[in-house]
């Protein structure tokens, strides 16, 4: 009997051990900060974030609570808080997701709604954002709420211990090799996707008819009427036309570019269809910010021009344009993604979709002289400005046209688009 005991009280320990292995590890490692008790001088900044955006972001913003948020995917990430930090501005948060939904936005302005004292809130919205089957319709921000507010879960969440593992393998290499056989499969799964693009094509791949099989108009069977009837105001965009002319341009792109212009183009333009639950949710977030004098300004990124292009492809320059349109009755629209010389230059991009450090620096520079009068934070940012200028002193903003109470204001490849009085 005595031996069945121990045997039992043995069992009892090495199964208690075992459970309690990975929350001590958890607690030891740290993937995402929550405690920030050991340093272990893992880069956590490169692998934790990219691991979980929303989990790393919602541990991290309550030690700061900035005033100033950014909110969107990928493109807004990049807008990042040392380059405000470089024009004296330490005040501004990142909340930006790679990849993020507008589900994630909402749900992240949600948890600043009832956790933030807001003044300043900028939002990038990308058109092609607005279709709810963007990413799926993913949200990953509950779950990262859910962990960020529960130790316990934190600690037991077997995601939270393979990114951990993954710091370790980054970080200590030769450990990692030592415990080869080691295994530390996940149980369950972290809607955390690498977005990036396969870096190769084929010319067979871009030709393919498919890419384009919805765009094609039907053949008419009325008389022809050529562009010039019309008076620039077709298309349905009235006395806009003039201000989306059509985009002529014909150069050999990388092959991470063409890929994405050609296969990505078509899966972001083919089955389009803006949802009205995520105007919805966008109203909301602009009702609430008026109500409680937070300043909103939306910002749509840029993407070289023939990613533009393929709008046109699909025949959506009129939705394009409305949605600059309708989203101007709700905040100010600074709007960089129409073709201009620094949307032709491909210097200024990473890939198709995103801009590169240098360009986000500018960009971080015209939005601050938007929200910020202070002499010496404006004084830097005019420093950082080439060849994107967005219409922002009494001089730039004299060059504008108007139609109702929507007026545009003309810059140097930008544009801010906002409500009049009339």
Request: with cysteine; aromatic share 10%; proline share 5%.
């Amino acid at each position: 009997m005595r031996l069945i005991s121990k045997l039992y009280a043995t069992a009892m320990a090495v199964t208690a051990i075992a459970a309690l292995a990975p929350v001590a590890f958890n607690f030891v490692v740290d993937a995402f900060d929550h405690n920030r008790i050991v340093d272990l001088d893992l880069d956590k900044k490169e692998v934790s974030v990219k691991a979980h955006y929303p989990l790393y972001k919602m541990i991290e913003y309550p030690r700061i609570k900035a005033p100033t948020v950014i909110l969107g995917d990928s493109r807004a990430r990049a807008l990042q808080d040392r380059y405000w930090q470089e024009l004296g501005r330490d005040d501004v948060y990142n909340f930006a997701y790679g990849g993020a939904t507008v589900y994630e936005i909402y749900d992240t302005f949600k948890y600043l709604q009832a956790s933030a004292e807001l003044e300043t809130l900028i939002v990038s919205l990308p058109l092609r954002s607005m279709d709810a089957r963007f990413k799926g319709g993913m949200n990953r921000v509950p779950e990262a709420i859910a962990l960020a507010d529960n130790p316990f879960a934190y600690y037991t969440n077997w995601f939270v211990t393979k990114t951990g593992w993954r710091l370790l393998q980054d970080r200590y290499p030769a450990l990692v090799a030592s415990l080869e056989g080691f295994s530390l499969s996940p149980v369950q799964k972290a809607h955390a996707a690498d977005f990036t693009a396969v870096r190769s094509l084929s010319v067979e791949t871009l030709l393919d008819p498919s890419l384009c099989d919805e765009c094609a108009l039907s053949t008419s069977v009325a008389a022809l009427r050529l562009p010039a009837v019309y008076h620039g105001h077709g298309f349905g965009l009235g006395r806009w036309a003039g201000y989306w002319p059509e985009i002529t341009i014909d150069r050999d792109l990388p092959q991470l570019f063409a890929k994405q212009v050609g296969t990505n183009g078509a899966a972001d333009w083919r089955r389009f269809k803006q949802s009205e639950d995520l105007w919805a949710m966008i109203e909301e977030i602009a009702s609430w910010s008026a109500e409680n004098d937070v300043e909103l300004i939306f910002l749509i990124p840029p993407t070289i021009s023939e990613m533009q292009r393929r709008i046109s492809d699909f025949g959506l320059t009129a939705a394009n344009h409305k949605f600059r349109e309708r989203l101007s009755t709700l905040a100010p629209v600074v709007d960089l993604d129409f073709d201009t010389p620094f949307a032709r230059d491909l210097e200024n991009f990473t890939d198709a979709y995103h801009f590169g450090s240098d360009p986000a620096r500018r960009i971080v520079g015209e939005l601050l002289m938007l929200i910020d009068r202070d002499p010496e934070h404006v004084a830097k940012a005019v420093q950082r400005r080439k060849d994107l200028v967005c219409p922002v002193t009494p001089a730039e903003t004299a060059k504008s046209h108007k139609e109702g109470t929507l007026q545009l204001l003309e810059g140097v490849s930008c544009r801010i688009w906002r409500q009049t009085d009339g």
